[in-house]
């Protein structure tokens, strides 16, 4: 089975810090992660994958997340926050070991709020 | 084609009543899923179809769900007999295969459900 935990609920961070929010994993094979990120009463927004590859990500809007295979993470993190980056940080994983599921398990979720 | 639709945006009934949502995914993403989303929680998985196939369902699509996709393109998700539970966030999500350099979901905006 694949899993997904964000064992924070919620960070806060100051406009222009660095921000980093955590996300953990378990599948059986290969890993494919993604972040998304949620509006108020909106759908989801892609902000980046990892597939194979280098390590580290880039993705929107300035944000970039490093995949650590013996950590088993993915955090998603940013050199300097914005006020509009507040929203709903979710992680997702897919298991690419056969028979695994074909549906992306996510997260329960992390609030991030920028602080002006 | 400018993202994955979902109709309606809300939908306020009365409980025992049907309901039908509407997804519209990206024209040439062969893969369409559905989620359910509740306050404060990550999207969980309901079902997912490749093309019209409906290959994997998820134990919490009771006998009261079912989901369609004709023609294999846009795809409608009924409840029956509805219930104050079913109250949350329905969201459809569509992608082309994990092959794909462009893997990944594209989400709809979200139909709200609330169940009176």
Redesign the interface.
């Known amino acids: 089975a694949q899993s ?1 935990a964000q064992p924070e609920d919620q960070v806060n961070v100051a406009e222009g810090n660095p921000l980093t929010v955590k996300c953990t994993y378990s599948v059986s094979g290969n890993p ?1 992660l ?1 972040w ?1 990120v949620q509006y108020p ?6 902000l980046l ?1 990892y ?1 194979t590859g280098d390590n580290l990500v880039k993705g929107s809007y300035g944000f970039e997340a490093e995949f650590n295979k013996s950590q088993t993470s993915f955090h998603l993190k940013k050199p300097s926050a914005l006020v509009s980056d507040s929203a709903l940080y ?1 992680c ?1 994983v ?1 298991d ?1 070991s056969s028979g695994s ?9 992390t609030q991030l709020t920028v602080l002006p | 084609d400018t993202g ?1 639709s ?1 109709d309606p945006r809300h939908k306020i009934t009365k409980r025992g009543q049907n309901v039908t949502f509407r997804c519209d995914p990206i024209s040439e993403h062969n893969r369409l ?1 559905w ?1 359910r989303q509740t306050l ?6 309901l079902t ?1 179809f490749q093309n019209e196939a409906q ?2 369902k998820s134990r919490l699509l009771s006998d009261r769900f079912s989901a369609e996709r004709p023609k294999g393109s846009f795809s409608t998700l009924e409840i029956q007999r509805t219930e104050q539970g079913d109250s949350a966030m329905y ?1 459809c ?1 569509s992608s082309l295969g ?1 092959d794909s350099p462009n ?8 139909t ?1 459900l609330t169940v009176v």
């Open positions: 997904v494919y993604f998304y009463n909106r759908g989801l927004q892609f994958k597939i979710f997702a897919r690419f599921a074909r549906q992306l398990t996510f997260g329960s979720g | 994955v979902q899923y989620y404060g929680q990550g999207p969980e998985f997912y290959l994997e969201l999500a994990p893997y990944g979901y594209t989400f709809g905006s979200g709200r």
